[in-house]
């Protein structure tokens, strides 16, 4: 920074000295926007500037329930939903202090204190042109069906590679008995993972 500092000064002095005010001008302009270009390059490598100091945006999942979702980052705004079930998959595209500004599947956004999010990963099965999808056995479309779920149908994801998530649908109808089944989806099918994410 010590370059445009002294490049500044330079062309300042220059302008007093000469007659030529225009082209002097000029080149100061010219100079002060290339400061403001460097300036402008050099600002992401300052470092995060998000509290947590996590990339943004990423997904998380509810923790407990219920939990408010307000529409400012603080106990003095009004609530705008309330989610009745922990392990729901939210979009957290903003930080404020110990608030949290998340997406939802539908693209509501609200604010949640960060306590009542969890790093557990879950996801909603979301295809782009089907309104089902078969959970596979293995990481490949030979591998054979485990089940079949329709659009919407909420998973846990244990894993991703990039094209495969490792997840598990639990089935919980109202007043029977629930049935879990672990298999694979196409990352591309599920909502609450990036397509080229990466992690177990």
């Known amino acids: 920074m010590n370059f445009c500092y002294e490049t500044m000064l330079n062309f300042i002095r220059q302008i007093w000295r000469s007659a030529q005010y225009q082209r002097s001008l000029r080149s100061l302009i010219r100079a002060a926007l290339l400061c ?24 998380a999942s509810t923790r407990s329930t219920p939990i408010n979702v307000r529409v400012g980052p603080g106990v003095k705004y009004e609530v ?33 204190h960060q306590n009542l999010l969890s790093g557990n990963r879950a996801g909603y099965v979301a295809p782009a042109t089907a309104a089902e ?6 990481p490949a479309d030979a ?31 109202v007043g029977e008995r629930s049935s879990s089944y672990s298999g694979y989806l196409h990352q591309a099918d599920i909502w609450g993972v990036y397509p080229t994410e990466n992690f177990d």
Not at 42 to 51: C, D, E, I, K, V
Not at 146 to 172: H, M, P, Y
């Open 143 to 173: 591998s054979g069906p485990r089940a079949v779920l329709s659009k919407g149908f909420r998973v846990q994801i244990k894993q991703c590679d990039g094209t495969w998530c490792e997840v598990t649908a639990i089935n919980q109808p």
């Open 80 to 112: 705008a939903w309330i989610y009745l079930k922990a392990g729901v998959p939210v979009e957290i595209v903003q930080e404020f202090d110990t608030w949290r500004k998340i997406r939802d599947l539908d693209g509501s956004e609200g604010w949640v």
């Open 133 to 138: 999808v078969t959970l596979r056995s293995g």
């Open 36 to 59: 403001f270009t460097l300036l402008a390059s050099a600002a992401p490598s300052l470092g995060q500037t998000n509290p947590s100091g996590l990339v943004l945006p990423r997904f």
